[in-house]
Nanobody, 115 residues
Framework: QVQLVESGGGLVQPGGSLRLSCAASGFTFSSYVMSWYRQAPGKERELVATITDTGNTKYADSMKGRFTISRDNAKNTVYLQMNSLKPEDTAVYYC?????????WGKGTLVTVSS
């Protein structure tokens, strides 16, 4: 069974940094596209970043230059490095993949950016 477990969230001050991790199991991780999404309070879930099986990346405009998605296939883990954090980055961050056309989600990790 596909499992995605996020970690690394917490409280950080504006301008600070945080690295999120998503540990994957139940599928051949290295062959799959992985994504990070987030959902802020009162907002719809939105795409943050995507990394393909070959390592190509794509980011939402508001995250470009601040966030970096990466993967370590040996550890079956995808990361999201977040720098220059802003209060508006406060959200639950979710890891996502798609297998046979079906989406799979982690349960999320909360990031709170506040002074």
């Amino acid at each position: 069974q596909v499992q995605l477990v996020e970690s690394g969230g917490g409280l950080v001050q504006p301008g600070g940094s945080l690295r999120l991790s998503c540990a994957a199991s139940g599928f051949t991780f290295s062959s799959y596209v992985m994504s990070w999404y987030r959902q802020a309070p009162g907002k719809e879930r939105e795409l943050v970043a995507t990394i393909t099986d070959t390592g190509n990346t794509k980011y939402a405009d508001s995250m470009k230059g601040r966030f970096t998605i990466s993967r370590d296939n040996a550890k079956n883990t995808v990361y999201l490095q977040m720098n220059s954090l802003k209060p508006e980055d406060t959200a639950v961050y979710y890891c996502r993949t798609t297998r046979l056309g079906m989406p799979y989600w982690g349960k999320g990790t909360l990031v709170t950016v506040s002074s």
